[in-house]
């Protein structure tokens, strides 16, 4: 009875992981580009501003400045990897709490970026490491998410002859 207790409320987790990456990284553009113009950089820790700011940018591209003005392309690109998420996890084992929240967070950030180029024609980027291309919550999330899903599939032998 525990274990299924267990079980049901990891089904839940999946959906709270979606929701709180797309809040988090909605709710960050909001802030960004009602206080910021386009362009605009701040030292949010004056200390470390040689290494990170927050600059606030347009992308209408997808990562690392690729294929940029290609919004309606990256638009189905977006609804293709929601679908594919959506389909991979029917199909997963619920109990695996680390898979949940890897496709949680992929979808989540999916979703954040997608709003932004149909409400607004672009990705808005912050998050500004002087050393890699200006990004945001949603990409943050999506590589994240990927890193750890990938870890458990190598991790559980589903990638190799052995599993």
Same mark, same amino acid.
């Given at each position: 009875? #525990?274990?299924? !207790? =267990?079980? #049901?409320?990891?089904?839940?987790?999946?959906?709270?992981?979606t929701?709180?990456?797309?809040? /988090? @990284?909605?709710?960050?553009?909001? *802030?960004?580009?009602?206080?910021?113009?386009?362009?605009?950089s701040?030292?949010? =820790?004056?200390?470390?501003g040689?290494?990170?700011?927050?600059?606030?940018?347009?992308?209408?591209?997808?990562?690392?400045?690729?294929?940029?003005?290609?919004?309606?392309?990256?638009?189905?690109?977006?609804?293709v990897? =929601?679908?594919?998420?959506? $389909?991979?996890?029917? #199909?997963?084992? !619920?109990g695996?709490?680390?898979l949940?929240i890897?496709?949680?967070?992929?979808?989540?950030?999916?979703?954040?970026?997608?709003?932004? !180029? $149909?409400?607004?024609? #672009?990705?808005? @980027?912050?998050?500004?490491?002087?050393?890699w291309?200006?990004?945001?919550?949603?990409?943050?999330?999506?590589?994240?998410?990927? /890193?750890? *899903?990938?870890?458990?599939?190598? !991790? @559980?032998?589903a990638l190799t002859?052995?599993?």
């Open positions: 009875m #525990h274990e299924r !207790r =267990i079980l #049901h409320r990891h089904k839940y987790i999946f959906y709270f992981a929701l709180f990456v797309f809040i /988090l @990284d909605q709710g960050t553009k909001y *802030l960004v580009s009602s206080h910021m113009i386009p362009g605009q701040w030292d949010p =820790i004056p200390a470390l040689w290494i990170f700011s927050i600059t606030y940018t347009a992308n209408t591209g997808m990562a690392f400045g690729l294929f940029p003005d290609a919004g309606t392309f990256l638009v189905l690109v977006a609804f990897v =929601i679908v594919t998420i959506l $389909l991979y996890y029917r #199909h997963l084992p !619920r695996n709490l680390w949940q890897s496709l949680g967070m992929q979808l989540g950030g999916a979703l954040g970026n997608l709003a932004d !180029r $149909l409400r607004l024609g #672009h990705v808005i @980027d912050f998050i500004d490491f002087h050393f291309p200006v990004s945001n919550i949603a990409d943050g999330c999506m590589v994240f998410g990927v /890193l750890l *899903l990938a870890y458990h599939l190598l !991790r @559980d032998g002859n052995d599993g």
